[in-house]
């Protein structure tokens, strides 16, 4: 049972906060760490790595300061999410090197590779992998010493639907034995599939944390609005409005479009193709006019 | 101190293709100049101790330095590869160890050796030189990996910084401000070289004692502060 605890951390960079009075606990189990880029997601990664110092605060596993302390490196394994990692040797002479500089051998390295599915290529120069078999041979240099905390820096990024199934995989596998499981994305689905616990960064702050149902119904319970444009604006307006799923609805005329606040999500969505078929009117456009990430979360900060 | 996993990475980093390339091309050039002057003016003690003065040491040794020193781990803090390093329970002074004894062995390897050998083409280790020379190149070596090393761990620039100091700081005002000459790693190792070397052929601006105390403290210096920035050194390209 290994923890990391974040106390009252903050990490400045110049005049930039990076990461703003952040208390969170890492325990056993697979955790997301969901914010938009450049919430400050990596620098808490690096922090939690001993690649930072905190400006202020502490990060520490099990009671032991991270920064300048190679020790914690015994239980802990890092996957960047930076592509370089000598790029001139093969998978296995890297994971080999990996495991030789935790005091291992070639046989730890062996198994690593084994977990990660890449025996069949790990005689193939790294300079010839693809994204999705660097970012395995990463996560066997990552796992040769066994640790009990994996922290992982975007690990999905650029990886095919298939490689990101074996990932996930993997880090469910680790999770359940047990293992103190990080990792950061800034993609919803991502972690909704993977994480049970998650805790969300947005702008340097602390903004959700806890079950991954809870903040998912925070997210989809807030206002959702909607720009539509149909046959006939006023008539679907006039149907709408009567349904208790939308709070306001804005005929605007510039635009020639309705500019729709719906409270109640998932009854609206279902609703309105409903209306429209009753009413014979013909749907032109329906977008979401908030649904950026940036506006998901900064709504999760207000509440 | 010495840790061969690290010791083998650097290796075959500093020595992949491109860079091994780039380190022979000096050296083979002395070593064809040196064959060219001996067949076309014979062997003779003043031109040897100029070419081996003036190119090998002036010249070669500090970029060859340059070469080493900087990329025993400049391109790795570059690429952020050297993760892979810090996330060990390694300690970082052991690290930069490793790396000073590869890029002194580099150095010296790819500067002592071609320069011993154009000496013997030269005039046949006559009054010497070739020995003295060589002797100065494996000093300098040690220093110049230590010094450059060191830029490699404080800024990504390291290898501008490098050529800066070892042709503008050292050949030039080194030729042009006397004073200049008595901080220069050149003139510590020439102080060597005038011991060794037949009276007046080779000469140094600082005296013996001065110049050991002297690169032994930049050697020693210059590695510890390079194991200090690593213990804290940031990644870059972070957010």
């Known amino acids: 049972m290994t923890t990391i605890d974040i106390d009252h951390t903050s990490r400045w960079f110049g005049n930039v906060v990076a990461v703003n009075d952040v208390t969170m606990s890492i325990g056993p189990g697979v955790t997301g760490l969901l914010g938009p880029n450049g919430a400050g997601k990596s620098t808490l990664i690096n922090m939690m790595g001993g690649f930072l110092a905190p400006s202020t605060g502490s990060v520490t596993l099990d009671g032991r300061p991270i920064w300048r302390n190679e ?12 592509e370089a990692m000598y790029d001139f040797l093969t998978g296995r002479e890297f994971v080999v090197a990996n495991a ?3 005091g291992l051998g070639a046989k730890e390295a062996q198994r690593a590779l084994a977990t990660v599915e890449m025996e069949y290529a790990q005689d193939r120069k790294i300079q010839t992998y693809s994204k999705g078999m660097r970012q395995r041979v990463k996560m066997a240099s990552a796992l040769v010493h066994d640790p009990s905390v994996l922290l992982l820096d975007e690990p999905f990024n650029g990886m095919d639907p298939r490689q990101r199934m074996q990932l996930m995989d993997l880090l469910r596998r680790m999770g359940a034995e047990g293992r103190t499981v990080l990792f950061s994305s800034h993609i919803l689905e991502e972690v909704e599939q993977l994480a049970a616990h998650i805790e969300v960064i947005v702008a340097g702050r602390h903004a959700a944390s806890g079950d991954f149902r809870k903040i998912r119904r925070l997210m989809t319970d807030r206002p959702h609005r909607y ?70 979360f900064s709504y999760l900060v207000a509440a | 101190m010495y840790n061969p996993t690290v010791a083998r990475l650097t290796y075959r980093a500093l020595l992949g293709r491109r860079r091994a390339a780039i380190l022979c091309v000096l050296p083979v050039l002395l070593i064809v100049i040196a064959a060219a002057v001996r ?42 590869s050297i993760v892979y390093l810090l996330a060990k329970p390694v300690k ?40 003295a020379y060589t002797v100065t190149a494996l000093v300098a070596s040690i220093a110049y990996a230590a010094v450059f090393l060191l830029l490699g761990t404080v800024t990504r620039h390291a290898v501008v910084f490098g050529l800066v100091y ?32 037949t009276n007046g052929f080779i000469t140094s ?11 032994t403290a930049v050697t020693v210096l210059a590695t510890w502060y390079a194991g200090q920035k690593l213990r804290t050194l940031k990644l870059a390209g972070e957010e």
Do not use: C
Not at chain 1, 232 to 254: H, N
Not at chain 2, 49 to 73: E, K
Not at chain 2, 103 to 131: E, K, R
């Open chain 2, 205 to 215: 601006d600082v005296g013996l004692p001065a110049a050991v105390v002297l690169l």
């Open chain 1, 100 to 102: 030789e500089l935790h």
């Open chain 1, 227 to 296: 720009l539509i444009r149909s046959s006939d604006d006023r008539a679907l307006a006039a149907a709408l409005i009567a349904d208790p799923s939308t709070a306001g609805i804005e005929v605007d005329l510039k635009e020639g479009a309705l500019r729709i606040q719906a409270v109640d999500f998932g009854r609206f969505t279902t609703l309105l193709p409903q209306v429209a078929k009753a009413h014979g009117i013909r749907l032109l456009t329906v977008s979401p006019s908030d649904e950026s990430l940036e506006s998901v």
């Open chain 2, 39 to 80: 067949s076309f003016s014979g062997a003779d003690d003043q031109v040897a101790a100029n070419l081996l003065g003036g190119f090998a040491l002036a010249t070669m040794v500090p970029l060859i330095g340059v070469i080493a020193g900087t990329g025993a781990i400049g391109p790795e803090i570059d690429d952020g």
């Open chain 2, 166 to 197: 070892a042709l503008v700081w050292e050949s030039l005002f080194g030729n042009l401000v006397p004073g200049a000459r008595t901080l220069s790693v050149q003139q510590w190792s020439l102080a060597l070289a005038e011991r060794i070397g």
């Open chain 2, 92 to 131: 970082r002074p052991t690290i930069i160890f490793t790396k000073l004894i590869v890029a002194i062995a580099v150095t010296m390897a790819f500067s002592a050796v071609p320069t011993f050998i154009a000496g013997m083409i030269l005039n046949g280790n006559g009054q010497q030189i070739a020995i």
């Open chain 1, 71 to 82: 020790d914690v490196y015994r239980q802990i394994g890092i996957v960047p999410e930076r």
